[in-house]
């Protein structure tokens, strides 16, 4: 069948990697894609058509006669473009406008937790700058201060001095940082405990849960420095034991994927469960209505599946009919980044030594790349994702480290320390 993905970084250079690789896939078409997506087989890049053009998207599924759209990132799902192309006839993998609220609306999300006891940290939801700031001189710090909506990635605040909180409620409410996300702020309780992400595949009403994984949000070595969109991940996340993820999937996937069904807005793609491990349990921190990135990038290279029935299944409603598997290999990516992210940064730098690094036994997705007279340029933050995958994690490691040494882009730069809690639960 011809596909259709939605989108042009990591995340769905990880995606398309994976789907070719299915015999079913006849054609893969990326709107608009990336240079990492255009050399993979079978594989057309349409860098004209952006995700949240619908128009654009249905002329593309009538131009190339698709059969199936995977959507990678969440605002054109918050948006309804999976209903929009069910309406149109074709399959979707990715949820409805009203299912994605999980993510785009955290109210929405702290609301259906609250109403089907699913773990999470207690909260309160504010229309109104002044009550925000009420509540916020009543409960003290340390607080956590998030704008409702879309705010790709930037619209949460974990203060650990109320001066921080009220300043991001000031900025979020009275400033509108963030539009119309910010029309609403939750506040929550901070919560204490070791970050991991779950994944599970759904159908609306069966589900499958993917190998966990942790991805490393600060941009410093130690975990320190301001937040970025994602610095490195690994898979498995050894905080997740087999205990942990059986509390999870009987105390989060499972009532998140009933209790959806059961108010008329079942859940169909992926559900992204953010948890805190803390030490009365697993706590969901947030929902995301898509694949994460750079997590999808240490995820896919360990499913032993041929992805495309699997989402497909989730479009049909035929779940059940699968069982996932993972290999027991560690995959990890380590992000390289432009001087100066997450602050603002120089694109059009020449990228040289993927290839090398290829040759050396590593895949490098790209994030942010561009071809700039027949020259692959930096054109991003997170330029590329060097992943390595193998039985030993230290080893492993070290071989991602000594590959990317073939990399260079002016200004270049990884954190040198991903995956350190996982070598340190392993080597205790
Ligand atoms: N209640 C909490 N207690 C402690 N830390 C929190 C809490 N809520 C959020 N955080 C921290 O802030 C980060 C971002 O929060 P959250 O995941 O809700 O935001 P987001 O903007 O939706 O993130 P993403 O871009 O990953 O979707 C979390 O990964 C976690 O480190
Ligand atoms: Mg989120």
Partial sequence: MNVLLLGSGGREHALAWKLVQSDAVSQLFCAPGNPGMATLLKTTCLPATGVNDFEAVLACVRDHAIDFVVVGPEEPLANGIADVLNAAGCLVFGPSRVAAQLEGSKAFAKAFMARHKIPTASYAEFYDADAALMHLDAVGAPIVIKADGLAAGKGVTVAMDLETARDAVNRIMRDREFGEAGAAVVIE????????????????????????????????????????????????????????????????????????????????????????????????????????????????????????????????????????????????????????????????????????????????????????????????????????????????????????????????????????????????
Wanted: aromatic share 8%.
């Fill in 189 to 428: 309780e901070f919560m204490v405990g070791e970050e991991a992400s779950i994944f599970a595949l759904s159908d609306g009403g069966h589900y499958q849960i993917l190998a966990s994984c942790q991805d490393h949000k600060a941009a410093r070595e130690g975990d320190t420095g301001p937040n970025t969109g994602g610095m490195g991940a690994y898979s498995p996340a050894p905080v997740v034991t087999p205990e942990l993820m059986a509390r999870i999937e009987a105390e989060v996937i499972a009532p998140t994927i009933r209790g959806m069904a059961a108010e008329g807005t079942p859940y169909r793609g992926v559900l992204y469960a953010g948890m805190m491990i803390a030490a009365t349990g697993p706590r969901v921190v947030e929902f995301n209505c898509r694949f994460g990135d750079p997590e999808t990038q240490v995820v896919l290279p360990r499913l032993k599946n041929d992805l495309l029935p699997l989402l497909l299944a989730c479009a049909k409603g035929t779940l059940d009919r699968h069982e996932v598997r993972f290999d027991d290999t560690h995959c990890v990516t380590v992000v390289m980044a432009s001087a100066g992210y997450p602050g603002s940064y120089a694109k059009g730098k020449a990228i040289t030594g993927i290839d090398a690094a290829h040759e050396a036994g590593l895949y490098v997705f790209h994030a942010g790349t561009r071809f700039e007279n027949e020259q692959l340029v930096t054109a991003g933050g997170r330029v590329l994702n060097v992943t390595g995958q193998g039985k030993d994690l230290e080893a492993t490691l070290a071989q991602i480290y000594a590959g990317m040494a073939h990399i260079h882009f002016e200004g270049g730069w990884c954190r040198k320390d991903i995956a350190h809690r996982a070598l340190a639960r392993l080597k205790a």
